[in-house]
């Protein structure tokens, strides 16, 4: 799947996959993370997403990297927040209010721009990617972020074939063979979630089970 592919999702505004309300299961496991006000959190391939509203709100700093200018420009308009932009070697960064958000290429992302997060956020990457290029996410993933940093990871699952992704169908035995070289994994949930995706209803899922993982870097 090549960067061409999200751009031209952008500007076709293909973004069914954009949610315009904040995830519950971000609002109900959260706080499990144990994170204080004012600690950095990373959300990668962040699109346009209100849950680093929702992230901020909580007293957070938000750094996010997104492919698309389109998808940056719109969070910021949306938010209400004229950034200002910078150049920082490939990606150009975006800032204003408590968010700082790298337009470039996730897997040339480099560790000093989280080298003080506490968390990161996962609602929308792991899915975004194809079966081919979910490793080098997880260890790249893996690699930037600090020891003690921890992860809230969302992923679903859905009988394989019913749509072409993304979202992507990750099952759990996935998640567990993609990031247990790297992370220890609870599962906070695992729960049918057809009936709060439209979207994928309409494109012909017939079974939905959304699964919220928390996981912790291993030293």
Known sequence: MESDFWHERWQRGEI???????????QRFWPALGLGAGSSVFVPLSGKSRDMVWLAERGHKVIGVELSELAVAAFFEEAGIAPQ????????????????IYCGDFFKFEADAVADVSAAYDRAALIALPPDMRPGYVTHLASILPRAAKVLLIALDYPEGEI???????????????????????????????????????????????????LRRRA
């Open 16 to 26: 069914g996959f954009h949610q315009p309300h904040i995830h519950d299961q971000l």
């Open 85 to 100: 932009r910078q150049q920082a070697g490939a990606p150009e960064v975006w800032s204003g209010g408590p968010y700082t």
């Open 164 to 214: 072409a992704g993304p979202p992507f169908a990750v099952a759990s035995d996935e998640v567990t063979r993609l990031c247990a070289p790297a992370f220890d994994i609870d599962i906070l949930e695992a729960r049918d979630g057809l009936a709060a995706s439209e979207n994928l209803r309409k494109r012909g899922v017939t079974r939905l089970v959304e699964t919220a993982y928390l």
